[in-house]
């Protein structure tokens, strides 16, 4: 038999999950409102940049995504139709490819940056002090998701 949560347990599983989804419906807004990509776009190209020349392959990259990617392969093939990224062949798989960001792409995730913290910045820093933030990342580093 599994324990069960305290009722505060499941007050901050609720509060986690409520914030995630208010911060991200209005970082979508803003960048909307800025005729920007999505979120999820940002993410991406964030992490393909990281990755610089040599790009990364599918699987690394949805490994190091911050946001779910549900249908990765289909979002790349919009993102690549936009000429944000380009998929080369891969020298260690011949079957497989790696996922390079591209010149353009680098250019809208520069500009989708400046929205994207500005969201931060208006979501956390009016609330928190340097010091609660300081805390925050504390206790949220101490949450462990148990390996499947």
Excluded at 35 to 42: D, E, F, G
Excluded at 54 to 75: A, K, M, T
Excluded at 105 to 126: C, F, N, Q, S, V
Aim: proline share 6%; aromatic share 6%.
């Amino acid at each position: 038999m599994t324990k069960t949560p305290s009722q505060e347990t499941v007050k901050v599983w609720g509060r986690i999950f409520r914030i995630q989804k208010k911060a991200l419906a209005y970082t979508e807004k803003a960048l909307k409102a800025a005729q920007l990509p999505q979120l999820s776009w940002y993410d991406i190209l964030l992490e393909l940049d990281k990755a610089g020349d040599q790009g990364l392959r599918p699987f690394e990259l949805e490994h190091d995504l911050l946001l779910p990617q549900y249908g990765l392969s289909r979002l790349l093939d919009r993102i690549e139709k936009k000429g944000f990224l380009q998929r080369v062949p891969c020298p260690e798989d011949g079957r497989g490819h790696r996922i390079v960001i591209t010149d353009k792409g680098r250019d809208i995730r520069l500009k989708m940056w400046p929205i994207y913290a500005k969201a931060i910045e208006d979501i956390i820093g009016p609330n928190l002090s340097e010091n609660d933030l300081r805390t925050l990342s504390e206790l949220l580093t101490k949450i462990d998701i148990p390996e499947e």
